[in-house]
Each structure stands twice: as C-alpha cells, then as structure tokens.
C-alpha cells in the first residue's frame, strides 16, 4: 500500500474547493464532483478518503482511467480525453479490499421542475413522494434518492450505514428556488439506515438529524431513519373503503374502544406484542365487544415511552416498536376485514426539542416559532409548529394525507386542539403575543385546521376527523363554508368533566349536583359530539374509573354500571378506553398489560359483558342512535328530579315508533310504584336493566307486565308505573302494534 503525501496543487481542483470538500463544509459539491466537460474531454474528481487508489472503469468494466490523489484527505481527479459516458469507480481500500461503487456526482436531478416549484409554493400534494428517502432507478442504475428541506443551512450531506456516517462523502445539491437538498445514490438499499448532517448557516456543525419524512425508523432508544420505500400492500378491503361512510355517518352507532397498543396487553417476559399478534387478539376481541372503531393512541415513531405517542418525531413512520410499516398496514387490514373502523391519533400542535428531531432543524427556527411565547408549549416543553409558515402547513397537511393514503385509516382524531387555537393557552399576562387584530385567536393555525380537514374530506371520501377540543369553541364540527372548523366530531369534555364530578360524590350528596348530569343537554346538540372515557381519566393520579366510584364494593360496580347505561343511551357517539370495559382496578401503566385477570371475578366479568350488551343495544336499536347529534332524538320525561336522584328521558329514532325510555337512579334504593310518563300507549318491554344478575347486580326488575295507562304524568298522556333497581340504568321500548 504506498504512502498517503502531503496536498499536491493541482489545475484540475482549486486549493479552495479541495479544502472545502475535504473539510465537509462546501455548499455547492456537484460543482465539483462527478464529470465536468472540458476542451479535451472531461475532468472527474471524487472524494473518497476509504481509498488509497482509485481507477475509472466503464461499463464493461475495463480500465478508463485512473485517478490522481491531489490531497491527502481522499480528494482524486484526472482529465480523461473523452466525452462523458457512464462509468464506475474501482476502489483500492486503506483495507486492503477492493470495491466498485458508482459516482453519485455524474447523475442529475432528482426532483422535476414541477417538484420544486410546488415545494417552493408550500402546496406539494404529495410531499412524501418529494422528500424523504425513495427507491429510485436513475440511468438504468438502482439505489436511493434524498431530499430534505433546510433552506438556510449552508451543506447538506446524507450520513449512514453506507458511508460509515462520514458526512463528507456525500454532500447534497440544493435546489435554491425551494431550499431543497437532494442526492441520488446509487449505493444505499432498503434497510440502510440514515441521517442528515447539515451546517448551520454560520458554519457550525448542528447535531445529526432524522429524516421529518422518513416512513421507517429505529427503535428507540436508537433515532436513525431506515431507508424503506413506498408500501406494497396486498389490500383488500376495497368492499370496506366503499361503505365506510356509512360506517362514520352522524347517524350511525359509533362506539370507540381506545388503545395504547404498548400496553393492552404484553407478551412473555413484558415484551410488547407485535402488530401481528395484536391483529390476532386486540381485532376479534373488539369485534366481539360490539365496538365499532379502535382508536389508537399515536403511532408515528416517538423517542419516549411515557410520552405515549403524544411527543413524536417520527411523523410518517408507523414506531418500529410493534413492527415493521407492512405490518401496521397488515394490522389496518385485519381490522377492517373485522368490521372496525382505525382512528389515528394524530399530533399536530406541538413536538418535542430532542436534538436529533425538528427544533433548530437547519441552525434556524424551522418548524416552530422564533419567539418562545408563540413557539414554545409550557404544559408539555415542547415546541409549537409556526402553522403561519406554508412550508410547515403543508408537512402537516401531507402528514394527514399519508396515513389516508399509505394505511387506509378512516379517522384522525386531533390531540389539544384548544392549545392550537388559543394564543394564551396555559400562559399567562405578557407570556403571548396577540394577533394582528389584537385577539387571543390563533388565525394561522385556524386556517390550518381548516384546510387539513378540507383535504381530509375532500379527497378521502367517508373518513372522520375528530377533534378534541376542551373549550367553548363555536361551531368546531361544523363546515368550513359556514365558518365552521370542519371536524367530523368534537369531543364531549364537558359532559365527561361533569358526569364523573357526580358519579364521586355520595349517593346521599348527589341532589345537590343533580344538574352535573342534566347540563350537558343544555349544548348537547351545538356540535357532533363523542361522549369520551378516555386515557386521560385514568393517569396521573386519577386512579380508575372504578375507583372513582363511592360505597362498598357492590356499590362501586353498581354506580359504573349505571354509568355506563346512562353514556350509552344518552345522546353522542361513545368512547371508552381499554380496560374500562371490565373496571380495571388499578390506574393505567403504560409498562405493563391491563390486568385481564380480573375477569375471573364475577363483577368485572360482570361489567364485560354490560359493555359488550350496550354495544350490540345501541348498534341494534336506531332511537338510540339513528339522531345521536340531533335534538329531535331526544326528549326529557323527567329532569329535575333531584330528591330521589333520578333522571328519565326519551330517545328517537327516525320513525315515529322508533322510541326508547331511558330511566336512571343513582341511589343505592329500590324505588317501587313510579309513575312515569310515556310518549305512546302500549306495552314496554325491558332492553336494559344494569341490575340484572348476569352483569353482578341485584336481579331487581322494572316489573311485568309494563302496559302503559291514560293516566297523564310528566307531561304525557299516558304513563306506566315501575319499579326502580338500585344504582341503575334501565331502558324500555314500546312494542309495536300488534306484537
């Protein structure tokens, strides 16, 4: 192996550029890499410092050239009397061993002119077909086209397995009109893994930075990106795509069962289960519970366990934690051959400062805003998107767009909405810049809400897009050509907050909150609401749901059940999170499995199958959901009854026999010979009773025969006399005419 010398001056390199390539800073290396036409043929120079020797073959792999070593480093370039032509570089390695490789540097551009004017413009409609990492055959030749954007960094390179993460071996070009950097190469295969190494605009070196597009990523603790192409996904669930409008119409019986898919349940020894074997267990079993949708807390890769999603960088990645991106889409495919609808979680307010992530991502404040109190988020420390910037709009948007488009999911439910729309969101005085018209709104990121929901629904037919927004903000599940957001559905806060504020109190204290659980009818019909029992009620110090509930333990598992019999017959679509559908006892770990050994007692058993009958009572009987955001579907029979602590009510359906009587007490009495009127003569049956034995209850029954009289009470004509089962929830429907 001869000896590397010193740098030699030479006419085919200026010492400059030499520096400048060999030093990992040169903004413009295409410049000066690869072929370069001259009066006598053409000049090719190459950095490669694995090499001591370097020759130029063509393609059929004879000797052309070889290259002179004009510095130290690796920098080699020849003149060659011929005219371009395609070529490989055979390299004689410092270890010993011998390569061929082709020269990213002799091939052209990878992003068409239409590419970049559009990326320029901010409205790419396929953003994640530009940028990230794609297989790409160049020139006949295979390998793996980048592109990112980074519009004030001076150079950037792609870093990797294939270049032993050397950035000064491939430096990218930028493509100024859109402050794009792009490469082909031809080396790298799927499965490598990569990074971007960018200088600041001010020289400096910044930490090396994931691919924001990259639609594979490594396992955390570890924050590479994975070259992986676009899925090949055998689908089959066309029959589902067509009808699944039907399946999220505001007339349809949604029932949602929330999942962390880490914890739901675990495997041996703790391990997560894969996504494969959550399509073998977490599909049927919801299946058979009666519910409609899962909705899974975020997906997209993200760096910290106890974040649960919410804090992701990954954004196009499906997290590697449960599998590989074919898997998920296996995962999406199994649900829908089941019946279920997939919601996503979905993040776009705000994103972690990890260093290897968005912040800082080009030495500038790229993603987020430069002032702290419009970019900076106190309640989670992490940064807020400058949504005011087209470029980021449109990351977003394609963002949504993907999942749509990539894994066939049929909803996205916006996490913090309230943190997006609120410019003094959980700040205080002088910690928030109002805007331009003086007010507390936040204008651009209304309008990005809007024209992401506008995308959703215009270009995916039969989705829903569920907002959760805690605050008074109008018209949120509105159309946007009325002024409204554009959501799908909001989710019931309010009624969530209050409803559990009574379910704690003492049964004897509880009419002195009866409006707690009456309230929410006062706006109930102002937005497409969900009625949520999610996640957020059971960390924190929360406890459980059960352990919400007051009294001894029969009284406990009472209350719930007769919570959920009033959540499930009281207007709004309805949500539960895993575990709530057998009284989990304990408050949610998110590092553990539920505690499905509960089920071999008989009152959490109990309350299983209370969940799964309320499904199947709610999906069979349209007066319970056919008007769910609708006031003609409902009509109170009793709403003050606040001594006795009971509430009665009616809902409808569409047709006028389509009608059920809900009736609810909340004290652990048995409350025999009401009168309660009814809205038609005839016989009632019993569709629900939460008291019946099978689900753990007294066995206590309204009464037989239930026949209505002419005798008018609660402003009806007619009225039946019942009996009331302590702690519950019953529900009757008039039978038909001559049944």
Request: aromatic residues 12%; proline residues 6%.
């Amino acid at each position: 192996m001869p000896t590397i010398g010193r740098t030699v001056p030479s006419p085919l390199a200026t010492e400059a550029d030499v520096a400048a390539i060999a030093g990992g800073y040169h903004g413009d290396p295409f410049a000066v890499l690869g072929p370069h036409s001259t009066r006598n043929g053409q000049v090719l120079r190459a950095f490669l410092p694995q090499a001591y020797e370097v020759d130029v073959v063509d393609e059929a792999g004879a000797n052309v050239a070889r290259l002179d070593r004009i510095d130290a480093r690796g920098f080699f370039a020849a003149e060659i009397p011929r005219a371009p032509f395609p070529y490989r570089l055979r390299l004689s390695r410092h270890d010993g061993t011998t390569v061929e490789l082709e020269d990213p540097y002799r091939f052209g551009f990878v992003l068409g002119e239409l590419d970049i004017h559009l990326l320029a413009e901010g409205r790419h409609d396929r953003l994640h077909d530009a940028l990230g990492a794609h297989p790409l055959t160049l020139d006949g030749v295979e390998g793996y086209a980048f592109a990112v954007w980074a519009p004030n960094a001076r150079r950037v390179a792609v870093v990797g397995d294939f270049n032993e993460w050397d950035g000064r071996r491939n430096p990218m070009r930028l493509r100024a009109g859109a402050g794009v950097w792009e490469i082909f190469l031809p080396d790298v295969r799927t499965g490598h893994r990569y990074k971007f190494e960018l200088r600041s605009a001010e020289g400096y070196l910044l930490p090396l930075k994931a691919d924001p597009l990259a639609r594979a990523m490594e396992r955390t603790p570890a924050t590479a990106s994975i070259a992986t192409g676009a899925l090949e996904t055998a689908w089959a669930d066309a029959a589902w795509l067509d009808d699944r409008a039907r399946a999220n119409e505001r007339d349809a019986p949604i029932s949602i069962y929330e999942v962390h898919l880490g914890s739901w349940r675990r495997g041996p020894a703790n391990r997560y289960l894969t996504y494969a074997e959550l399509a073998d267990q977490l599909v049927p079993y919801a299946a058979d519970m009666g519910f409609t949708h899962l909705e899974l807390m975020p997906i997209g890769e993200y760096p910290f366990d106890g974040s649960w999603g919410y804090q992701g960088l990954g954004l196009f990645a499906p997290t590697s934690r449960f599998g590989s991106p074919a898997d998920f889409a296996a995962f999406v495919g199994a649900a829908h051959a089941a019946g279920l609808g997939v919601i996503l979680d979905w993040v776009p307010g705000h994103f972690p400062t990890d260093a290897y992530g968005l912040a800082n991502f080009d030495g500038t404040h790229l993603y987020e805003h430069a002032d702290p109190r419009q970019g900076f988020q106190p309640d989670w420390n992490t940064l807020i998107y400058n949504f005011g910037r087209r470029e980021v709009r449109n990351f977003l948007i394609d963002n949504a767009r993907f999942w749509f488009d990539e894994y066939h999911v049929d909803g996205l439910r916006v996490d913090a909405v309230a943190s997006m729309l609120y410019l003094d969101y959980s700040r205080k005085h002088a910690e928030w810049i109002p805007n331009e018209l003086g007010g507390n709104e936040n204008l651009a990121a209304i309008e990005f809400l809007r024209r992401t929901n506008e995308m959703a629904y215009g270009e995916h037919p039969g989705i829903a897009m569920v907002a959760e927004e805690s605050t008074s903000w109008p018209r949120v599940s509105a159309p946007t050509y009325v002024g409204g957001l554009g959501f799908g559905y909001k989710w019931n806060m309010g009624w969530m907050n209050d409803t559990l504020a009574y379910l704690r109190e003492d049964p004897i204290n509880r009419k002195y909150h009866h409006d707690r659980m009456t309230f929410g009818l006062l706006y109930a019909f102002s937005e497409n609401f969900i009625l949520p029992l999610s996640h957020d009620e059971v960390v924190h110090g929360k406890g459980s749901l059960i352990g919400k509930m007051p009294g001894d333990e029969w009284q406990r598992f009472a209350n719930l059940r007769a919570y959920y019999g009033f959540m499930w017959c009281h207007p709004g679509k309805k949500l539960l999170f895993m575990g709530g559908e057998f009284a989990q006892s304990r408050e949610w770990n998110h590092d553990t499995g539920l505690d499905w050994h509960l089920l071999e007692f008989g009152y959490h058993s109990g309350v299983r199958a209370l969940v799964r009958d309320l499904n199947r009572l709610y999906a069979a009987t349209p007066a319970l959901h056919e008007l769910d955001c609708e006031a003609e579907g409902f009509e109170w029979i009793d709403a003050d009854d606040r001594d006795a602590s009971v509430f009665s009510f009616v809902r409808r359906g569409r047709q006028a026999d389509a009608l059920v009587v809900v009736v609810s007490n909340f004290t652990p009495v048995v409350r025999r010979d009401v009168r309660l009127g009814v809205p038609a003569a005839g016989l009632y049956r019993t569709l629900l009773n939460t008291d019946a034995e099978r689900y753990g209850g007294s066995g206590v029954t309204p009464g037989l025969p239930l026949a209505s009289e002419p005798i008018p009470h609660d402003r009806h004509e007619h009225s039946l006399v019942v009996t009331l089962p302590p702690l519950a929830t019953v529900a009757l429907a008039r039978e038909p005419a001559g049944a």
